[in-house]
Each structure stands twice: as C-alpha cells, then as structure tokens.
C-alpha cells in the first residue's frame, strides 16, 4: 500500500505566503513525477506544479513568479512553497505523485487526501 500525506494548508490573508509538504509512504520503489493539483468549487481539478525525477519544473500560468515546487528524494516528498497568495489560489490541493511499486508493473497515479487553502481578508 502506498499513502501520500499532505499538510500545511490553512487560512491567510491575500498577499501572505503557505507552503505545503506532501509525503509518501508504504511499498515504492521509485517515483517518477511529483505534483500538486487544485480543485476550487464548482471548477474542475487543475495542475499546479509538477516536478519529475530529473528536469525542468512545470507551472500554472496563474502561479508563475508565485509559487515554487520542490521535491526531496531522500523522503520521497514535495513541497509547493505559495507566495504572493490571492483570493483566486483559494481551493483544496491535492498532492500527486506516480509511482511504481513492483519492477514488472507501470507507474500509476497516487493521490494526497487534499489540503483547503483559503484566501481570504
């Protein structure tokens, strides 16, 4: 079993800054790339960042210059440091990573329970 813990999330008021911490646990044996979704209400889920095991980070237009994904390999984590916060970023972000648990299987998709991020004054 593979479980994707997130946190950090929280209420804040627009030009302030949160960053969110996801980890993974259970049987992996290696992980490709790492993201962060977000869902608003009444919208559809919407990719944020993501970060592969090697290369080029990837960014929403909307949170470009905003927010900055990273990843520690060593704790088969991710983190999305949220700066600049506006009352549009308000949402639940989910945590995602694909991962591979057997060597004879493909990878597939992991997801985080999600953390609310409000932004709010």
């Known amino acids: 079993q593979v479980q994707l813990v997130e946190s950090g999330g929280g209420l804040v008021q627009p030009g302030e800054s949160l960053r969110l911490s996801c980890a993974a646990s259970?049987?992996?044996?290696?992980?490709?790339?790492m993201g962060w979704y977000r869902q608003a209400p009444g919208k559809q889920r919407e990719l944020v960042a993501s970060?592969?095991?090697?290369?080029?980070?990837s960014y929403a237009d909307s949170v470009k210059g905003r927010f900055t994904i990273s990843r520690d390999n060593a704790k088969n984590a991710v983190y999305l440091q949220m700066n600049s916060l506006q009352s549009e970023d308000t949402a639940v972000y989910y945590c995602?990573?694909?991962?591979?648990?057997?060597?004879?299987?493909?990878?597939?998709?992991?997801w985080g329970q999600g953390t609310q991020v409000t932004v709010s004054s």
């Open positions: 995602n990573a694909k991962i591979r648990t057997r060597g004879f299987l493909p990878t597939r998709d992991y």
């Open positions: 259970g049987s992996i044996l290696s992980i490709n790339a």
């Open positions: 970060i592969p095991s090697g290369g080029t980070t």
